[in-house]
């Protein structure tokens, strides 16, 4: 079982920076992939980047260079690092992690005031 726990949410101006944390309870480095996902108000969710235990990236067309996605295997941590924030990234973000099976979050509020 793993069990992670988000962190580094809060309110921002636009264009302002935040950088999220994934702590997950067991080493990540054995995790294929971890994910980072947001639902918005009144949206679905979405995906907003992943990071493979090879360490290969990838991210949704709407974060594509603001948004940075990088792992600690040391600290079984992943990072999103947020820049350039909109309000439209105002979000719950989840990270997720996948293995046999999914396991999520219980998310960190993130919010990006005009």
């Known amino acids: 079982q793993v069990r992670l726990v988000e962190s580094g949410g809060g309110s921002v101006t636009a264009g302002g920076s935040l950088r999220l944390s994934c702590a997950a309870s067991?080493?990540?480095?054995?995790?294929?992939?971890i994910h980072w996902y947001r639902q918005g108000p009144g949206k679905q969710r979405e995906t907003v980047a992943h990071i493979t235990s090879g360490g290969s990236t990838n991210y949704a067309d709407s974060v594509k260079g603001r948004f940075t996605i990088s792992r600690d295997n040391a600290k079984n941590t992943v990072y999103l690092q947020m820049n350039s924030l909109k309000p439209e990234d105002t979000a719950v973000y989840y990270c997720?992690?996948?293995?046999?099976?999914?396991?999520w979050g219980q998310g960190t509020q993130v919010t990006v005031s005009s």
């Open positions: 067991t080493s990540i480095s054995s995790i294929n992939a």
């Open positions: 997720a992690a996948l293995t046999i099976i999914w396991y």
